[in-house]
């Protein structure tokens, strides 16, 4: 079975602190997404990453940057958080031939 | 207009009953159609994928593709509690590094006992 952990269930940051939020999968997947989930409006892609130390800008980047130094792991990073962040983040991953996304079980951060 | 287009919801529904859930898109490019379970403060997880068109079917599910329309749907028979949750629609015109996911908003369903 294919497994996509995230680093915490849930998290509570202070305005302007720098949030880091990890994704790891163990399947081999070349692919990885970041979303976030928000009641009304589904979700949205941040970044993805095709490869090691490659990253491509989704739907809304603005406000995070992402790294990617292990094939395994995928990390979304709020440089200085902002209430507007407070969200469901997502992450996802799928092999190369696939489109077949599978999701780790999020986590919900709150910034105050 | 959005890519896809999803009623949110909420559906509620007696134990039982036969639930449709629909998705229509504007993307004539799409090929690859899922539908993705979601239940409350769990990621989603994978329910139904068909390519192109027509009807696939696992157990109490059945997923439906009209192409000539664009709108696919997803049936479910003899619903129970346990199918309460969000359900997703996904699609995308390609597979692999072209296969960027474009999902519907998620309907949420209530099935009561």
């Known amino acids: 079975d294919v497994k996509v952990t995230q680093s915490s269930r849930y998290l509570v940051k202070r305005t302007g602190e720098k949030v880091f939020l990890e994704c790891v999968q163990d399947m081999d997947h070349e692919n990885m997404f970041w979303y976030r989930q928000d009641p009304g409006l589904g979700l949205r892609l941040i970044y993805f990453?095709?490869?090691?130390?490659?990253?491509e800008k989704g739907d809304i980047p603005e406000g995070y940057s992402v790294s990617r130094e292990k094939k395994e792991r995928f990390s979304l990073i709020l440089e200085s958080a902002s209430t507007n962040q407070t969200s469901m983040y997502l992450c996802a991953s799928t092999l190369t031939t696939s489109n077949t996304q599978y999701f780790g079980p999020g986590t919900r951060l709150l910034v105050l | 207009q959005k890519e896809v287009e999803q009623d949110p919801g909420p559906l509620s529904v007696p134990e039982g009953a036969i639930v449709s859930l629909n998705c229509t898109y504007s993307n004539s490019a799409f090929q690859y159609f899922m539908w993705y379970r979601q239940y409350s403060r769990k990621g989603p997880e994978l329910l139904m994928y068909t390519y192109s068109s027509g009807n696939k079917e696992d157990g109490r599910f059945t997923a439906q593709v009209d192409k000539s329309s664009k709108y696919i749907s997803l049936f479910i028979r003899d619903s129970q509690p346990s199918d309460s949750a969000t359900y997703l629609c996904a699609m995308s015109a390609g597979s692999g590094n072209t296969g960027k996911l474009i999902f519907g908003q998620g309907t949420t369903l209530q099935v009561k006992p």
């Open positions: 990453s095709y490869d090691v130390k490659m990253k």
